[in-house]
Antibody, heavy 119, light 108 residues
Framework: QLQLQESGPGLVKPSETLSLTCALSGGSITSTETYWGWLRQPPGKGLEWIGS???????YDNPSLKSRVTVSADTSKNQFSLNLNSVTAADTAVYYC???????????WGQGLLVTVSS | EIVLTQSPGTLSLSPGARATLSCRAS???????LAWYQQKPGQAPRLLIF???NRATGIPDRFSVSGSGSDFTLTISRLEPEDFAVYYC?????????FGQGTKLEIK
């Protein structure tokens, strides 16, 4: 059974870069017709898709984040990563990694990681 | 981008009752490419339904979806105690994928 686990710092300073990693177990990041995505949820609010990477390494991101997003994959470590630069307090949220179907729904989720942006 | 509006914001019902949750899109959701998720406090969302009407693995048949175009409804036929949670709809017919703001289903 596929499991996803987010890791990274829980506190990031304003203007710096938020960097998170999602490690997979029970599945391969090179599975065909599979995408890997990042989402976030500010405290008490709804869900927002951040960006995804597909099994061929092509990346997609939400235009609302104004090109601050980089999603990458490390097939040797069976993990993928998120970099979000120039963070502000508005980027404080629980960040989730997810397996995304080729159609676009989010099939499996990590447990989530709270990241706070504060000096 | 497509804006999804869920109503009501909060729904208070008793176990055994029937719940009806609405998801309305700002434009037609292509091919009814809509999914629903359940989220309990402190947990990640869980996929309930995809492709507008297909239940995910392990989801009981008391959960069903109807609708098309820009109006969709999630129905829980007979509420169990474990069904009280927040429910989100998501469209994946157009990029970027977007979510509704959620409906909180609480015990009356």
């Amino acid at each position: 059974q596929l499991q996803l686990q987010e890791s990274g710092p829980g506190l990031v300073k304003p203007s710096e870069t938020l960097s998170l990693t999602c490690a997979l177990s029970g599945g391969s990041i090179t599975s065909t017709e599979t995408y890997w995505g990042w989402l976030r949820q500010p405290p008490g609010k709804g869900l927002e898709w951040i960006g995804s990477i597909d099994y061929r390494g092509r990346t997609y991101d939400n235009p609302s984040l104004k090109s601050r997003v980089t999603v990458s994959a490390d097939t040797s470590k069976n993990q993928f990563s998120l970099n979000l630069n120039s963070v502000t307090a508005a980027d404080t949220a629980v960040y989730y990694c997810s397996r995304v179907t080729a159609s676009g729904w989010f099939e499996d989720w990590g447990q989530g990681l709270l990241v706070t942006v504060s000096s | 981008e497509i804006v999804l509006t869920q109503s009501p914001g909060t729904l208070s019902l008793s176990p055994g009752a029937r719940a009806t949750l609405s998801c309305r899109a700002s434009q037609t959701v292509r091919n009814a490419n809509l999914a629903w998720y359940q989220q309990k406090p402190g947990q990640a969302p869980r996929l309930l339904i995809f492709g507008a009407s297909n239940r995910a693995t392990g989801i009981p048949d008391r959960f069903s979806v109807s609708g098309s175009g820009s109006d969709f409804t999630l129905t829980i036929s007979r509420l169990e105690p474990e069904d009280f949670a927040v429910y989100y709809c998501q469209q994946y017919g157009s990029s970027p994928v977007t979510f509704g703001q959620g409906t909180k289903l609480e015990i009356k």
